[in-house]
């Protein structure tokens, strides 16, 4: 959901995509193609090229030419004569945005000589700046490997401290919940063809929303969480576990979700529409998982063991991500795409106010406190002080699994 904007904007990059009628069309019947048209600013002139396979060997047929807004403008008709292979549609911009360019058969008694006619859709998009599309896609990677590292400062702390005192139980508890509610809803519609028919089927001429990085990042996110509750398990955690109210929550989401898979299974909901379950335990996670950790440092009047690492870094993602919606927007003319879906935006700027919070914890209210890991910090200097570098190489291997302690 995070990097969906990023992998879109990946395609657009991407010359010679095709939008065909149908593959393997029947004897007497015929197919056609359009090549993808480059993106273009505001006031320029390109054009759509296509193609019509085998080469059309009828009586000349007549098109009725569409699009889905003003943004462009296309001749009314497109005329395919006797011997014609290919050709093209000239294209003059008149406003920033994205469109469709659609196909009808002009008379009844044309139709069904191009099967599948209304799958064949080209799209065009036009921007104000194209260098804004590069700074965009720019911006794109570096949020993506600021959440993709943001992982890592709180998995170290834990182990240089041996501990995971001070790290909300209830917060990496619903984290794993929100991640593999996330990772199964990109992996099914990344990999699955049937899901992808679907969702197609409901979005006619639409892109599959979940890209190659989107499941990257959600599977790699998983593991990182599962780092974290490996260590959990084998550091110091004082008195630390998950409270009534976290698991209260989670038996609701996954009670949810299993009765969601036995509706789907009975065919009463479509495969999609339970996916689309998946996406919305995500975002009711990302709604209350940073509130047991605030709590627990206002409890102890200490960030000791919540790791700043990550908040910086997530921080830096969110706000990246939250400016490329808005360069999106103004680049497209198309300021639905962030006010318009209010949970998207919300949930982005509801991330990014609790990381100013933590940092307000961090540095401002408790940056000299220390009393609720005071002696446990004097224990563990006292002890790394005495440790060899090889003594640290085992220790190291040995939590990796890779010796015996």
């Given at each position: 959901m995070k990097l969906k904007c990023f992998g879109l904007l990946l395609t657009l990059l991407v010359a010679g995509v095709r939008s065909c009628s149908y593959a393997n069309p029947e004897e007497g019947l015929y197919r056609l193609c359009l090549q993808s048209v480059d993106t273009v600013e505001v006031g320029q002139?390109?054009?759509?090229?296509?193609?019509?396979?085998?080469?059309?060997?009828?009586?000349?047929?007549?098109?009725?030419?569409?699009?889905?807004?003003?943004?462009?403008?296309?001749?009314?008709?497109?005329?395919?004569?006797?011997?014609?292979?290919?050709?093209?549609?000239?294209?003059?911009?008149?406003?920033?945005?994205?469109?469709?360019?659609?196909?009808?058969?002009?008379?009844?008694?044309?139709?069904?000589?191009?099967?599948?006619?209304?799958?064949?859709i080209g799209e065009v998009d036009v921007v104000h700046s194209k260098a804004l599309v590069i700074i965009t896609a720019v911006i794109g990677w570096l949020y993506f490997a600021a959440w993709s590292i943001s992982f890592y400062p709180q998995i170290i702390l834990n182990f240089y401290r041996r501990s995971v005192v001070g790290l909300s139980f209830d917060y990496i508890a619903l984290n794993i919940t929100g991640f593999t509610a996330y990772s199964a809803f990109n992996c099914a519609l990344f990999w699955s063809t049937a899901i992808q028919a679907q969702y197609l089927d409901k979005n006619p001429g639409g892109v599959i929303p979940v890209q190659d990085n989107d499941v990257a990042f959600s599977l790699h996110a998983v593991f990182a969480t599962l780092v974290v509750i490996g260590q959990c398990l084998v550091f110091k955690r004082g008195k630390q576990k998950v409270s009534i109210v976290a698991i209260i929550i989670l038996v609701i989401l996954w009670l949810f979700v299993f009765i969601s898979l036995f509706v789907a299974v009975g065919k009463k909901l479509h495969w999609l529409e339970f996916l689309y379950f998946f996406s919305y335990v995500k975002l009711a996670v990302t709604l209350v998982k940073y509130i047991p950790q605030a709590y627990l440092n206002f409890k102890r009047k200490s960030t000791?063991?919540?790791?700043?690492?990550?908040?910086?870094?997530?921080?830096?993602?969110?706000?990246?991500?939250?400016?490329?919606?808005?360069?999106?927007s103004y680049n497209y003319d198309d300021w639905s795409s962030t006010f318009g879906d209010p949970t998207?935006?919300?949930?982005?700027?509801?991330?990014?106010?609790?990381?100013?919070?933590?940092?307000?914890?961090?540095?401002?209210?408790?940056?000299?406190?220390?009393?609720?890991?005071?002696?446990?910090?004097?224990?563990?200097?006292?002890?790394?002080?005495?440790?060899?570098?090889?003594?640290?190489?085992?220790?190291?291997?040995?939590?990796?699994?890779?010796?015996?302690?």
């Open positions: 002139n390109t054009s759509l090229l296509f193609s019509v396979q085998p080469v059309f060997r009828n009586e000349a047929l007549t098109l009725t030419i569409r699009t889905d807004n003003d943004t462009i403008e296309v001749p009314s008709q497109l005329e395919i004569a006797n011997g014609t292979s290919d050709g093209s549609v000239n294209i003059h911009t008149l406003a920033a945005g994205k469109t469709k360019i659609r196909f009808n058969y002009s008379s009844d008694a044309e139709e069904a000589l191009i099967v599948s006619l209304d799958r064949v000791e063991g919540w790791s700043i690492g990550n908040v910086l870094l997530d921080f830096t993602g969110g706000t990246l991500s939250i400016l490329q919606m808005f360069l999106l998207k935006f919300g949930l982005g700027l509801f991330s990014v106010l609790f990381d100013i919070l933590f940092m307000f914890q961090h540095y401002v209210c408790y940056r000299k406190s220390e009393k609720a890991t005071k002696e446990e910090e004097k224990g563990l200097l006292s002890d790394s002080s005495e440790q060899t570098p090889s003594s640290r190489a085992m220790k190291l291997l040995s939590f990796l699994g890779l010796v015996n302690s």
